[in-house]
């Protein structure tokens, strides 16, 4: 296994234990509460929501990561530590889900649970925006398939979540629902709106694409 090889299988667990860990803030309607169960079900309407929403968007997050790596041939100790700072807000995003669920239906909390969302994700974008810079500055660690000149084009699309992110951190102060909601959304545009990784003339029918920075 090359160098990229070994960053990607690494990152790949981290994705996997995160992505999995919101299922685990979904609880099991109890029978001592005296409710029915289709009352508690409907009553756990903000922990679906959160779960949805975070699994969309750990999952594109992931293809991003994985589809940027597959044009890595080799690795150096700055990339290693963004894909690690890449990796804690990944991980850390389960705990910000949970804030989420646990308050989205509260009258008092849910804007500054879902804006301490959004901040997480600004944090995401931006760390994902270094990590394409730092590809893109010298081009070296990408492998021979990719153009480095138009790559570095790219990078004012690749910084799009810098842009919206903040946004909506400061919607969620007037509306949580909708904004955690958009939060899914533009996840889901991310998965059908791919930006390619610039290929050289010979090296088109390896071309393959990479949607910017969630």
């Known amino acids: 296994m090359n160098e990229s090889g070994r960053v990607e299988a ?4 981290v994705f996997a234990i995160a992505i999995t860990l919101l299922i685990l803030d979904v609880k099991a309607p109890s029978q001592s509460t005296g409710k029915s169960l289709a009352h508690q079900l ?3 309407w903000p922990q ?7 699994f969309l968007v750990i999952g594109i997050m992931w293809a991003n990561h994985h589809q940027v790596f597959s044009f890595v041939a080799r ?13 804690m807000g990944v991980s850390a995003l389960p705990w910000a889900t949970s804030v989420v669920s646990g308050y989205l239906d509260q009258p008092k909390g849910a804007e500054l649970a879902v804006a301490l969302y959004g901040g997480f994700m600004v944090a995401h974008a931006l760390t994902f925006q270094a990590l394409w810079w730092w590809l893109t500055r010298t081009g070296h660690l990408f492998d021979a398939r990719v153009d480095e000149v138009l790559a570095r084009g790219t990078r004012a699309r ?5 842009v ?7 919607l969620s102060f007037v509306n949580a629902v909708l904004t955690l909601a958009l ?10 709106n791919q930006l390619r990784v610039p290929i050289k003339p ?12 969630s």
Request: proline share 3%; net charge negative.
């Open 75 to 87: 690795v150096d100790r700055v990339l290693l530590f963004l894909n690690l700072l890449l990796l």
């Open 10 to 13: 690494f990152s790949d667990g």
């Open 48 to 54: 679906y929501d959160a779960y949805v929403v975070s």
């Open 42 to 44: 409907a009553h756990q």
């Open 164 to 170: 919206v992110y903040p946004i909506l951190v400061g």
């Open 158 to 162: 690749f910084a799009l979540g810098t």
């Open 202 to 213: 010979q090296a088109d029918g390896d071309a393959e694409a990479v949607q910017p920075a």
């Open 183 to 192: 939060h899914g959304a533009i996840a889901i545009y991310y998965a059908f």
